[in-house]
């Protein structure tokens, strides 16, 4: 099984944006290590909600929708070149204490704070916050606990000065024991806006390096991409060596780094992007109609009743992945739903070459072109990962460049100037 999924990475959040026309599900789950006393989360929304907006999902259906869509390593085996068959190919994947209600209210309408509501959702205890300066609402958020980090009130000014209220949740410590978590479940909010955006920085604010962001948009019309920033395919389709089976997530990672930095930083990059109902190859199956409810995708059941045959495409997933920071991420998210239902996914190709002992002139060739074949395999990982393309030789047991074997299979061009 050969899938990069969001594990190979330290300080990796996931979200799942379920969209279709002004209604949105969001859901939030996080990376915290450390004491469950310790978490909290303060999240801009555009609208105020209510506690029946407030849901505590299951993990399970996260890490089943990134297996699903984690880019892949395929295998593909050569046929016998003396046969005149098909050959098969094989598409298997291998805070502190808060203060209690009244005090935190009048502490609040000092500061020109308004705690719109307070909800007990599963483990997690939630305000929701309107404020008339960001002043004092910083004030307001430290005097309860929560560790707002210096510059935090530049930030939040300018979500008040969008309309924006504040989701804020802490883990309530007595329903978590009760409840019988060992984790902290992902949390989902269901709401209305125009507004097709994801806050990121806020969480900027105190970070101590650049941090990976996986977005997995489920829609009923086709793929999402950013209109702040560029949304880049990541490569696909590259036949790369062998050995790298073995090495596949130092691979992926070393790819992903070299991409973000070709893009100088500043590039959103899809890794996914189908319809959920079917996958080729699939690095897991399928979620099920019952695990997309699960997630938000509420047009299912509404158009249930439609004939098959005019039902839209049932929900077509996309897969961005960032690497952000507030030097070179300076906006939020701003998001758009396209019509573009066009199948994309990040595939890497490994083809065993065919090993029998047949002397027919096909097979002679076939032994030409292998070798050259190799050799474009070695430059092609030199050039996606940025490793030492005399290493990768080496791991590959090609011979090296003084050789003529090297020199003969150079493409003519490379051959013409010394400089």
Known sequence: MGKADTKLFNRASQVVLVRDADRTVLTMASDFRGDVKEF????????????????????????????????????????????VILGRSYGRLMGAPAQDKAGRRELAKSLGVTVEASYTVGEYDILILS??????LETWLRENGYRIPAGASRVLGSYLRQGMKFFVARVNLE????????????????????KFMLPIRLGMVNADGPQELFIHALTPKGRVETTNYRTVKLPSDAEIPLYVQQRFGDFYKAMFTRQVDRE?????????????????PCAADPLSREELGQLGVFWL????????????????LTRLHLRYDAAHFPEDLVFQETTDQSNFQARYILRHPWSGDASCPAARQYREDLRRRQEEQARTLADLTGWDLAGIRARMELPGEASDVRSGSRRWWERLWKD
């Open 301 to 316: 059941e509404e158009r249930a009743a439609t004939p098959a045959r005019q039902r839209p495409q049932q929900a077509f």
């Open 40 to 83: 909290a989360v303060v999240i801009p929304v555009p609208t105020f909600i209510e506690r029946d907006q407030i849901h505590v999902a299951d993990k399970a259906l996260i890490d089943h929708l990134d297996a699903y869509s984690a880019p892949r390593l395929v295998e593909y085996y050569d046929p016998d070149p003396c046969q």
């Open 131 to 136: 404020a008339r300066e960001s002043d004092g």
């Open 264 to 280: 100088a930083k500043e590039a959103v990059f899809l890794e996914y992007a189908w319809n959920m109902s079917w996958c080729d």
């Open 175 to 194: 329903e978590k024991a009760r409840l019988g978590f060992s984790n902290l479940r992902p949390l989902q909010v269901a709401y209305e806006s125009p």
